[in-house]
């Protein structure tokens, strides 16, 4: 039964994916992910930490498989699995500190009671030839209980064959009082510090609609006086929905077609652009027209800041000539309608769903940990990833 009620959680997460009832919400995808997992920790039947984590792999592959563009949903994976390691070694630790002092402790009764028979040796006592002495019998020494734990402690930590009763209650209280609330304030936290970036009078330009974004400037707009350019972004016209949002938060706001953001760049301060993912390299996989803004911007040498929680910070590298892996996409109508197609029928027609942007073009990536260069990425996917479990 425990098996079957997380093969239902696993199903009915997929479904939700399937349907697109949390697409596009990268923090709704990350805090159902986190949901699942919890099911599959305290439902799944496992005694080691080894067990949980190829439990976790296999589990991940399968959504992964069904879904491979939602890397928020192997990013949570991995960090939760970066838990459990931690955890497992920390418990690993503790336990041969207290294996070492129990050692230290025997061995100096064992001192002091071999101290005190030898002062009851008669003086005319004889002592026995190495020989007879070697083959003497020995009581075994009566081991605790505990020790039981203990046999495979001298392996790697790597191993992860020793079992701890407390370990999935250690992993879950993590997830409920650090990784959930990280995750569920992250868009306050990188709000917070728009003050920092965002000055008065000043022409910000953006691309698209992403939640972060738009709390982002509604967040500058409380003690800051700016505009705002916002490219449609076409076909999806997102950006008609975040002009729309930063409108009713009574931010002085002009809407334009992307084929004007170039003609637009020279009058702009600064770029702020959501992502759907970071990749390894600190570029990023952002929506379509986002590499655009960013060649224009370089043009221009106005600074871009990209705006994500690290919960779509993904340790694997990516290119712009690799579509297939990469992309997704979409159906060509809303780019030509099938009426106009049906008149040219040796032309392809592409509707794709990212553009890739390489670092160079990314002046700052601001997160919930602060804002870093592209070039800091490697150190916050050490922190936050295992090395073996960054693989697909």
Same mark, same amino acid.
Not at 318 to 325: H, I, K, V
């Given at each position: 039964?425990?098996?079957?009620?997380?093969?239902?959680?696993?199903?009915?997460?997929?479904?939700?994916?399937?349907?697109?009832?949390?697409?596009?919400?990268?923090?709704?995808?990350?805090?159902?992910?986190?949901?699942?997992?919890?099911?599959?920790?305290?439902?799944?039947?496992?005694?080691?930490?080894?067990?949980?984590?190829?439990?976790?792999?296999?589990?991940?592959?399968?959504?992964?498989?069904?879904?491979?563009?939602?890397?928020?949903?192997?990013?949570?994976?991995?960090?939760?699995?970066?838990?459990?390691?931690?955890?497992?070694?920390?418990?690993?630790?503790?336990?041969?500190?207290?294996?070492?002092?129990?050692?230290?402790?025997?061995?100096?009764?064992?001192?002091?009671?071999?101290?005190?028979?030898?002062?009851?040796?008669?003086?005319?006592?004889?002592?026995?030839?190495?020989?007879?002495?070697?083959?003497?019998?020995?009581?075994?020494?009566?081991?605790?209980?505990?020790?039981?734990?203990?046999?495979?402690?001298?392996?790697?930590?790597?191993?992860?064959?020793?079992?701890?009763?407390?370990?999935?209650?250690?992993?879950?209280?993590?997830?409920?009082?650090?990784?959930? *609330?990280?995750?569920?304030? $992250?868009? /306050?936290?990188? %709000?917070?510090?728009? +003050? !920092?970036?965002? &000055?008065?009078?000043?022409?910000?330009?953006?691309?698209?609609?992403?939640?972060?974004?738009?709390?982002?400037?509604?967040?500058?707009?409380?003690?800051?006086?700016?505009?705002?350019?916002?490219?449609?972004?076409?076909?999806?016209?997102?950006?008609?929905?975040?002009?729309?949002?930063?409108?009713?938060?009574?931010?002085?706001?002009?809407?334009?077609?992307?084929?004007?953001?170039?003609?637009?760049?020279?009058?702009?301060?600064?770029?702020?652009?959501?992502?759907?993912?970071?990749?390894?390299?600190?570029?990023?996989?952002?929506?379509?027209?986002?590499?655009?803004?960013?060649?224009?911007?370089?043009?221009?040498?106005?600074?871009?800041?990209?705006?994500?929680?690290?919960?779509?910070?993904? *340790?694997?590298?990516?290119? $712009?000539? /690799?579509?297939? %892996?990469?992309?997704? +996409? !979409?159906?060509? &109508?809303?780019?030509?309608?099938?009426?106009?197609?049906?008149?040219?029928?040796?032309?392809?027609?592409?509707?794709?769903?990212?553009?890739?942007?390489?670092?160079?073009?990314?002046?700052?990536?601001?997160?919930?940990?602060?804002?870093?260069?592209?070039?800091?990425?490697?150190?916050?996917?050490?922190?936050?990833?295992?090395?073996?479990?960054?693989?697909?």
């Amino acid at each position: 039964m425990e098996g079957e009620e997380a093969d239902h959680c696993v199903e009915d997460f997929s479904v939700k994916i399937s349907q697109g009832g949390m697409r596009s919400l990268g923090l709704h995808v990350a805090v159902e992910t986190l949901k699942l997992l919890r099911c599959l920790i305290s439902t799944k039947r496992w005694s080691t930490a080894g067990d949980l984590l190829d439990i976790l792999r296999v589990v991940r592959k399968k959504l992964v498989d069904a879904h491979p563009h939602e890397d928020v949903i192997t990013n949570v994976f991995r960090r939760i699995m970066k838990v459990i390691r931690d955890e497992y070694a920390n418990m690993l630790s503790a336990l041969r500190e207290e294996d070492a002092a129990g050692t230290v402790a025997r061995s100096s009764s064992k001192t002091d009671d071999s101290s005190a028979a030898s002062s009851d040796y008669p003086e005319n006592a004889v002592e026995l030839p190495d020989a007879v002495a070697k083959n003497m019998p020995v009581a075994p020494v009566r081991q605790h209980e505990r020790h039981m734990y203990l046999k495979d402690v001298s392996k790697d930590e790597g191993d992860y064959s020793v079992s701890f009763p407390a370990l999935d209650s250690s992993v879950l209280e993590i997830i409920d009082s650090e990784i959930l *609330p990280e995750m569920e304030e $992250s868009g /306050d936290s990188i %709000a917070t510090q728009a +003050l !920092q970036h965002i &000055h008065n009078d000043e022409v910000i330009l953006t691309t698209g609609y992403s939640t972060t974004i738009a709390e982002f400037l509604q967040h500058a707009a409380r003690k800051r006086n700016f505009r705002v350019i916002v490219a449609e972004a076409a076909p999806s016209l997102k950006g008609h929905e975040m002009a729309t949002a930063l409108k009713k938060a009574n931010i002085e706001t002009i809407l334009i077609a992307d084929a004007a953001v170039f003609a637009m760049m020279a009058r702009v301060n600064l770029v702020v652009i959501g992502t759907h993912s970071i990749v390894a390299d600190g570029g990023l996989k952002a929506p379509v027209g986002a590499l655009n803004v960013c060649l224009a911007a370089q043009h221009h040498s106005v600074s871009v800041l990209a705006c994500a929680p690290m919960f779509k910070l993904s *340790p694997h590298f990516t290119c $712009s000539y /690799d579509q297939g %892996a990469f992309n997704l +996409l !979409q159906s060509p &109508h809303p780019v030509l309608p099938l009426s106009v197609a049906e008149m040219l029928p040796n032309v392809d027609y592409l509707n794709p769903t990212f553009d890739y942007v390489p670092p160079e073009l990314i002046t700052l990536l601001v997160s919930e940990l602060g804002s870093h260069s592209p070039s800091y990425i490697y150190r916050l996917l050490r922190d936050l990833y295992h090395p073996d479990d960054q693989d697909k």
